[in-house]
């Protein structure tokens, strides 16, 4: 893509059942174990400078102090609090009920803010790992998913919300029969949901759960993740880039199929959240939205390549010994113990 002049206006917001309005991209901070807390921060800066106003961070990511200092910069050149839309997750470390809200307060004190747009529980276990673990590692004492102890660390949540610290909470890698129960149970509801959706992995049940119960779905690795660590890769999953049916409509278009990959899902109704340190892709993946959306037959043909591929299985949340990853995300229905 050249410098073509980018048409800020043009890009567009989801609106929460708040009334808030998220912008409809925003650019990951997980560095992938490739990049440092220096580089993301560079990444902020540039992306803020190219439009971007919205930034996915989470405690886990080990640079939000990093990405703090950008945002401290981002708005010394005049743009102001309200326009960002700054997203954090609870790690699963502390999850247990005296531990969360010092945890939000550490992620504000290291990204320099007073309120957060989004506080997420990242994972709906309380199970945890060392950064970098392999897939086979598992933490001692490792937990299903329990209700109850989730209710209390979602009721915390509740309370950072009372306290002004975060105007939304929501999940983050949840399926639908525990966001069934979140919704019966919360004081106040979930506003968004953060799941893995790229055109290889669709999830069209959870989608369609989470949009009709008025949850704004965020699409994380919505590229298919080309560069997620060694540890996250298995033989069998597929790469949405390389796709026929992507690479086709990106060579009628002439642009990358990764510009193609995030027209399809903010076509779709998600918010894509790509991650790159590199200013041009920046640039491409915020133009791919203020551009020539799909055509209805081209969001039907990529319809049509989903291969229910998740890349990130989770594995290392397991609780049981010989447990399948599939056991994560409850695939018969219920909530598996
Ligand atoms: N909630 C969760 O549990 C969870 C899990 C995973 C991710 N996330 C969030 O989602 C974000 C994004 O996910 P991700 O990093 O896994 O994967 P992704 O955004 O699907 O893929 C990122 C890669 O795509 C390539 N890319 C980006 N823009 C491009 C463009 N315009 N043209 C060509 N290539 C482009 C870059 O590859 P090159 O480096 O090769 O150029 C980049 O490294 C993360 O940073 C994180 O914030 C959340």
Redesign the pocket.
Known sequence: MGRAALDLSRVPFKQLASGARMPAIGL???G?DRYSGREIARAVRSAAETGYRHF?CAAVYGNEAHVGAALRDVMATGIAREELWVTS?LWNDSHAENAVIPACERSLRDLGLEYLDLYLI?WPFPNHHAPGARVTDRHQGAKPYLHDAYMKTWRQLEKLVERGLVKHIGT??TTAPKLELLLRDAEIKPAAN?MEL?PHFQQPELFDFVVERGLVPIG?????????PERDKTESDTVAIQDPVIVRIAEQRGV?P??VCLKWGVGRGQVP????V?PD?QR??LHALTTDPLSEKEMQAIAGIDQNCRL?KGQVFLWREGQDWQDLWDPDGYITT
């Open positions: 990951g901070t997980f992938s996915d997750k990242h983050s890698n953060e790229h994380f690795s919505p590229i298919g993740s080309p560069n997620r990358h990764a510009v959240i790509p991650f790159s590199n892709q491409a993946s990130i």
